[in-house]
Structure formats: structure tokens, C-alpha cells
């Protein structure tokens, strides 16, 4: 077992561990990043899968994600847009695929009002909300006790209109069945990307991707970390002095498998739903843990299909297709840059997942491959390259995208998640405000947590020369 002591321990290297790292670093701090897996990346991962290079996790860059943009810049990484020209494709109650350009769906025109009013409404709502405080907001807990389906549905009576609403921040961003989540929840997930009509525009929210992909973010945060990354190291308990403030710091002990790390602070970089995962010693006190209990990952399965060519291309599609009726409620143009071939990338979430999972590998990629054919065409059936990222099963990371509240926990909960405990500070992109549950918010977050450190220790320094 070797034994190291550094200013900092960090317990995770995805995009917030590795952040916070590099911070600590530059301001002059010791630094150890503990990784469970024998990767870096977390839900960051760049892989090849039959001859194919596949963004198996996170990938899409928008606008307003200000922190990834700069650091994509600062690694000197290039970006590119994503395939967008020509038509997109709808498929409605009636299953026929109907095409459309622009924002709007093809629906009725009274259907369209009503989702112009309701998004008009909501668009207020968020304009209302703190990302980094949705809680503050005066009608908090009222918002927080609704369901986002139940709100909806007391909008209109419009079924088309209510499911084409409800997947933007359901099906598309929490993954979650949207009786399960609150309407706060919902709000606050528009509000850190800015607004209601940002998160179902897919030109904005789905704007560029990073030549070579998005793993090379962390991949070379990393190794400007050199040798103070770890990999396949598990933590398994941190001991923590609960005498000692986040202020002064104090012992913290990481046991992983192959080591153990002594510091003065410690950053929990992972995914909130796993902290329970850890012992701590003494154990979290009670807020703790009764808030990470209500907490949740949502699941989405991405399916990856590569063909030859982009053949919808030639029949005037952009790629880009929607349906709250169809097993893969949204699918796109994935191509990579530079690649001859043509790659679709599909999203089947929650309960159609789960639904999905209880099949075969064999009919499950039939069912999906038949949902496909339903936008692009018979020959979306028949891919070169077929695979599906299923994060539910993995150990150090359990769903897709990322974790959320259920209904009431946002308001009751939600101010303490970031508190530091002690000597102990949380990043990830499940806590963010704006870039929430995305890479903008894992890198807000790690930046966060290493300035929390950094913030006290030199207020400490001035109360007590020479400490
Ligand atoms: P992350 O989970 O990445 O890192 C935590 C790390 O901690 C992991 O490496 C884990 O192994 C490690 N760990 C856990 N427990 C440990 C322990 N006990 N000891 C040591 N290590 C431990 N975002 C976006 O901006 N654009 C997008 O297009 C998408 N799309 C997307 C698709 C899919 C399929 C997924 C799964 C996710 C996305 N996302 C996304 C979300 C984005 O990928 C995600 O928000 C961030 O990568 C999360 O980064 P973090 O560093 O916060 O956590």
C-alpha cells in the first residue's frame, strides 16, 4: 500500500476532478487525483468500437458553455458543427413521417398555438429563476410539489401538445419519466441553459462537436497532471477531522485500493448518487445524509449507427428527428469530421429503456433500427457499425446523464448540495447551475470548489501568519 500526502486529495477524474486539479496546481497546490476506473474522462469517453470512433458519453458543445469553450480553446482542441442542412423530421400521433424546417413541429395550428403560449409562459418562468438558486425563487416549494407532467396537464388538454413539451426537459435532458421530477426541476434545467426555447432549439443546444472528440478534454487535462493522476483506484473510505472547518482544513485520509492519499482537503468529484459508495469516518452528518438519498440518476440508452455513407443526405434530410411516439424520441446526424461514412446517433430514455433491456441484444437493436427506419428510411436498418451506450451498468457512474432531484427534494435540499462539509468540497455537473448536468457545469463546478479551497486557506493565512 504506498502512502503519498498532498495540500489536496481529489477523488475522481472526470471533467470536475480534473479541473479542480489543474486550478489547485497553478495556484502552487499539491494535488493527488484518485480514479476508480483505469481511464480518465468519467462520462467523458472517446472509443473505437469495430473500426468506428464513437462518442460513447458526453459530446455536443452549445453557445453559452462558456467555461468548455474556453478550456476546449485553452487545450487548443478545434470544434465543428454538426450536420444540419436540409430537413428535419417529425413523426406525429398519426406515425407518418412528416417533414419540417425551423424550430416548430409540424403539428395542427392549434396545437401549435398552444405550444407557443405554454413555451411564452415558461420562457417568463425560467427568466424568474437562478440557476445557482432555483430554490430562492418565492414560489420554491409550490413549484417543487407539482410534477412537471401534472403542470402541463393543467395547461391544456392538448395531448400532442403536452408530450412535445414535456420531452424537452424529460425524455431529452432528465431522462426521467416526467411524473417523477417537479416542475422546479424542469425550470431549473431551461434556466442554466438559458431559457425554455434554447433547450428545444437543437441548432443551439446541439451546436458543435470537438474534432477527435470530447474525451481529449480530460484526457489532456490529465496529463498536464503528469503523475498526480491514479487510475484504478477506487476510493473506498475518507477519513475526515470533523473538528476542522472547510477554513483551516484539516486531516482528510483517502483509502483507495492500492493507496492511501493524506491531505489538508479533500474534493468529491464523482457523481453525488455515489457518495454513499464511500465510508466515511466519522460518517457525513445527518443533512448529508438524508439529501443524497434524494437524488437520482436518470437513464438513456445512446445507440450508435454507422453506414457507409450519410445516405439521408442525399434525400434532402438533415438528420435531425423527433417524436414523443417513437421508441428513440430524437435522433441526429452524428458524422464525424473529416469521415466519409455516415453515423446516426439515436436516445431511448427511461422506461422505454428500461422496457428495452428486457429484450434480447438482438431484438432490442431490431426495435431500435425499426424506429430509425421510421425518420430515415428503410436503409437506416441495415448500419455497418451498431452499438449501444448503456451507463446504467456501470459501476462509477450508474444512469445516464446525470442525477437529479425527485419531486420536493430541489427546494428542501437543493442550497446544501455545494456546502462543503469540513475539510471535504463537491464538484460535478449534478450540482451546477448554468451547464447543469453538462460539461460546462463539471468544469463551473470543479473551478468552484478548487476557489473555495483556495479562498479560505488565504484567509486563513492572513488570520494566522505562518500557518
Ligand atoms: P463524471 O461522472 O464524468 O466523473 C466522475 C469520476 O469519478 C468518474 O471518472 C468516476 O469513475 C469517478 N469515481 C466515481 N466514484 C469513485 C470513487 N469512489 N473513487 C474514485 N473515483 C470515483 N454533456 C454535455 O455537455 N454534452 C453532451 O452532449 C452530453 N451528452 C451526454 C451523453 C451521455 C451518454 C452521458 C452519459 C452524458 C452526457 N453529458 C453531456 C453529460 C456529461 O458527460 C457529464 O455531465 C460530465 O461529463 C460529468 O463530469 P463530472 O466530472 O462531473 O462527473
Excluded at 430524437?330 to 469521415?339: K, M, P, Q, T, V
Amino acid at each position: 500500500m504506498t502512502e503519498i500526502t498532498r495540500d489536496v486529495v481529489i477523488v475522481g477524474a472526470g471533467a470536475a476532478g480534473l479541473t479542480a486539479a489543474n486550478e489547485l496546481r497553478k495556484a502552487g497546490l499539491s494535488v493527488a487525483v484518485l480514479e476508480a476506473r483505469d481511464r480518465v474522462g468519467g462520462r467523458l469517453w472517446t472509443d473505437v468500437i469495430d473500426g468506428a470512433m464513437l462518442e460513447l458519453g458526453g459530446q455536443w458543445v452549445s453557445p453559452d458553455q462558456d467555461a468548455l469553450i474556453e478550456t476546449v480553446a485553452d487545450l487548443g482542441l478545434e470544434t465543428f458543427s454538426r450536420y444540419r442542412e436540409g430537413e428535419s423530421v417529425y413523426v406525429g400521433p398519426d406515425g407518418v413521417a412528416h417533414r419540417f424546417t425551423g424550430e416548430m413541429f409540424p403539428v395542427s395550428a392549434d396545437t401549435e398555438r398552444t405550444i407557443a403560449e405554454i413555451t411564452e409562459r415558461l420562457d417568463a418562468m425560467v427568466a424568474e429563476i437562478d440557476p445557482d438558486r432555483p430554490w430562492a425563487h418565492e414560489k420554491a416549494a409550490e413549484w417543487d410539489a407539482v410534477s412537471w407532467d401534472a403542470w402541463l396537464r393543467a395547461q391544456t388538454d392538448d395531448d400532442e401538445a403536452v408530450r412535445n413539451l414535456a420531452f424537452a426537459t424529460g425524455s431529452a435532458m432528465l431522462t426521467k419519466p416526467t411524473h417523477s421530477f417537479s416542475l422546479l426541476a424542469s425550470l431549473l434545467m431551461a434556466a442554466s441553459a438559458g431559457s425554455y426555447s434554447h433547450l428545444v432549439d437543437a441548432d443551439f443546444i446541439l451546436d458543435k462537436r470537438v474534432v477527435g472528440g470530447l474525451q481529449q478534454v480530460p484526457l489532456l487535462l490529465a496529463e498536464r497532471l503528469g503523475d498526480d493522476v491514479f487510475l484504478g483506484q477506487p476510493v473506498r473510505t475518507l477519513e475526515w477531522d470533523a473538528s476542522t472547518s472547510s477554513a483551516t482544513g484539516g486531516g482528510v485520509t483517502a483509502v483507495a485500493d492500492g493507496m492511501t492519499v493524506r491531505a489538508r482537503h479533500a474534493i468529491l468529484a464523482l457523481a453525488p448518487v455515489l457518495y454513499p459508495r464511500i465510508s466515511f469516518v466519522p460518517p457525513l452528518p445527518r443533512l448529508q445524509h438524508q439529501m443524497h438519498q434524494h437524488l437520482s440518476m436518470g437513464f438513456v440508452i445512446k445507440v450508435h449507427a454507422v453506414y457507409e455513407t450519410p445516405f439521408w443526405r442525399d434525400k434532402g434530410l438533415s438528420g435531425t428527428a423527433f417524436s414523443p411516439y417513437e421508441l428513440s424520441h430524437e435522433a441526429y446526424d452524428n458524422s464525424n469530421h473529416g469521415d466519409e461514412r455516415g453515423t446516426l446517433v439515436g436516445f431511448v430514455s427511461d422506461r422505454t429503456a428500461d422496457d428495452l433491456f428486457r429484450l434480447s441484444a438482438e431484438e432490442r437493436k431490431e426495435r431500435i433500427l425499426e424506429s430509425l427506419s421510421h425518420y430515415y428510411g428503410e436503409e437506416a436498418k441495415s448500419p455497418v457499425v451498431y452499438y449501444e451506450s448503456d451507463w446504467g451498468t456501470e459501476e462509477w457512474t450508474r444512469g445516464a446523464y446525470a442525477a437529479s432531484f425527485d419531486i420536493g427534494g430541489l427546494a428542501r435540499y437543493g442550497e446544501y448540495l455545494r456546502e462543503p462539509v469540513g475539510p471535504i468540497h463537491f464538484a460535478c455537473s449534478d450540482i451546477a447551475g448554468p451547464g447543469y448536468q453538462h460539461v460546462d457545469g463539471a468544469i463551473r463546478m470543479g473551478r468552484h470548489a478548487a476557489s473555495e479551497i483556495l479562498t479560505t486557506r488565504s484567509e486563513t493565512a492572513e488570520s494566522e501568519p505562518g500557518a
